[in-house]
């Protein structure tokens, strides 16, 4: 077994470069500056010409950049993408940024982690495609270039590629000398031996091609792999900071961004669960993008989008009042009830700075029955001794707790960091559930998987892993595509009964982000008041109402209190 992995690996890097192929830049891109919302409104705009060399983009301005597209005789009945980028320097989640018309609809967003996207799935020589895009030049001041070209994708290849290059991953996770690892070495080296390299893309190389993905779809997959008593239940998510780095406007952007490229990836994956929290994003959505809002309707209705989280937003509970903490959950369950016909069960939290002792109580009197976070993994010393445990409160109430375990590759500021922005692949997964403090009473983790802020969510990487680790590779935790919910639900029921479930009893205190409680006093005094003067506004309404035969401003109260709950965010 002498350097098979390496050898693998580098034949994996050799297919994964001719997936795309062949390649033609596309020219004669005008722009203009601006922030326009739609293509119609762009027309009558100062275009100009967006020529090779040309720079764009300082700190948060907009502009439009438009190409038509002629359909090369080469692409002529494959499947054609678009690729977007820009000097990799500045190209990152919170950078550069687009929403992609496409022959005038909105398609997807673009951003650092999707760079391309369908335009054909069977195109036609000589047909001409309008590309819009909407471009954000985020938190950076320096101008970059532009880069637009179309490719033909072989979806044979690429399916190779992912067929080799997940096992490989978990292989390479095992220690040396295992033998679930040997025994996966052995079998794709026996795959690659079948590939014919030596022109590639020829009719030879094609065909060798499809051999080997039959080869391991008989020998590996149906051979070596199937259902597993240790699962990694993963729900596509796209945590979103209504306000961090960037203003309420650009949160509003992002939202339509994000769930567009969601949506856009339903399309080609069937298989593929969204959940997204926060009703705050989605009434953003509503009034901004009422077409992708129609849509997002359609997918809940075919439950595959889940609308969870109980809050109106991801608010903070330290300072907080609880009676804040209940108009959180009663506006965020009522909105979720009326738009979308569902009762919430869970409060999802994940990038909340600490939870209030109050909060078990509130929960319980609201009938949401289970509680996640991720962010108080990031404890600096003292980490919380369980991961599924009861959360006791104040007054005795428990509520069923899991923290998400995934672990990071790239960013670990603490000893015992996990991640909500999980990506689903072997090495996270796997770590993940070797983290996992309480496998004595299950047998399954959480992973929520997706880029945030405006990284788009899932990628089409992500879902062609999560096709793979579906089938059940040895070694590694069997992936279900599936909602929270149920994951929440399954996990009641075999810890039930079970002696070995902890309590946790009070506050749960977050050992990192410490100057969050005091920094910023000006925003907790206005929100302290806030709380003081809707509580006098109710009562003299009310008042008013039985004295005088007032009817009760509840619209404008409402309101009121959303703009309050807005400004609740654990960030602002």
């Not at 009434?283 to 989280?309: K, N, S, T």
């Not at 070797?434 to 992500?462: A, C, F, W």
């Not at 929270?484 to 070995?500: C, H, I, N, R, V």
């Not at 302290?528 to 005088?548: I, M, P, Y």
Request: with cysteine.
């Amino acid at each position: 077994m002498y350097y098979t992995k390496e050898r693998i690996e580098r034949i994996c890097k050799d297919l994964k470069n001719l997936i795309y192929q062949p390649r033609q830049p596309v020219d004669k891109i005008i722009w203009q500056q601006g922030r326009m919302t739609s293509p119609a409104e762009a027309d009558g705009g100062d275009w100009v010409p967006f020529n090779p060399g040309d720079r764009w983009g300082v700190y948060d301005e907009h502009a439009w950049f438009r190409a038509d597209v002629v359909v090369p005789e080469a692409f002529d009945g494959h499947r054609v993408l678009l690729d977007v980028s820009v000097d990799r320097e500045n190209w990152f989640a919170d950078s550069r940024q687009f929403l992609l018309f496409v022959d005038g609809k909105i398609s997807q967003g673009m951003d650092v982690n999707h760079r391309t996207s369908v335009l054909r799935e069977k195109a036609v020589a000589g047909e001409t495609v309008r590309i819009d895009l909407q471009a954000y030049a985020g938190l950076v001041d320096k101008p970059t270039e532009l880069y637009l070209q179309l490719f033909v994708e072989n979806t044979a290849v690429k399916q190779l590629y992912y067929d080799l290059h997940v096992p490989l991953q978990v292989a390479s996770e095992l220690p040396e000398g295992d033998k679930t690892r040997l025994d996966m070495l052995d079998r794709l080296n026996q795959a690659v031996n079948r590939l014919d390299m030596r022109k590639p893309l020829s009719a030879a190389f094609q065909s060798s091609v499809q051999d080997t993905i039959d080869f391991l779809e008989t020998h590996f997959y149906q051979a070596l792999c199937g259902p597993s008593d240790i699962r990694a239940v993963a729900v596509g998510h796209t945590h979103i900071d209504v306000a961090w780095l960037w203003r309420l406007r650009q949160t509003r952007e992002k939202t339509g961004r994000s769930f567009a490229t969601v949506l856009r990836l339903m399309e080609q994956y069937p298989e593929y669960v969204f959940m997204s929290s926060q009703p705050q994003l989605y009434q953003f959505l509503q009034e901004d993008f009422p077409e992708l809002f129609d849509q997002v309707r359609a997918r809940i209705r075919e439950g595959r989008w889940e609308p969870e989280g109980a809050m109106w937003l991801e608010a903070d509970c330290n300072l907080t009042s609880g009676e804040s903490l209940v108009r959180q959950i009663l506006h965020g369950t009522r909105y979720f009830r009326e738009q979308f016909g569902v009762e919430n069960k869970i409060v999802w939290l994940p990038d909340v700075f600490g939870y209030s002792a109050a909060l078990p109580q509130i929960m319980k009197l609201a009938g949401v029955k289970y509680f996640m976070t991720t962010k108080i993994n990031w404890n600096q010393y003292n980490p919380i001794p369980a991961d599924s445990f009861l959360w006791e409160g104040i007054d005795g109430s428990q509520i069923l707790t899991h923290f998400i375990t995934t672990t990071s590759e790239h960013y670990n500021p603490t000893p015992h960091f996990s991640t909500y922005n999980g990506i689903l692949e072997p090495r996270p997964v796997m770590g993940g559930w070797k983290r996992y403090q309480d496998k004595q009473i299950h047998n399954e983790v959480l992973v929520s998987y997706g880029y945030g802020d405006g990284g788009g969510g899932p990628t089409e990487e992500m879902l062609e892993n999560g096709k793979r680790m579906a089938r059940g590779i040895p070694g590694c935790p069997q992936v279900v595509l599936d909602k929270a919910l149920p994951f929440f639900e399954k996990l009641e029921a075999d810890t039930k009964d079970s002696p070995w479930l902890k309590k946790w009893v009070g506050e749960l205190y977050f050992e990192y982000h410490r100057g969050t409680y005091t920094s910023m006093g000006r925003n907790k005094r206005y929100n302290r008041k806030s709380e003081l003067l809707l509580h006098d506004v109710e009562t003299l309404s009310a008042a008013a109402g039985l004295w005088a035969g007032h009817a009760y401003p509840d619209q404008a109260v409402g309101q009121a209190w959303e703009t309050v709950l807005l400004n609740q965010f654990h960030d602002i």
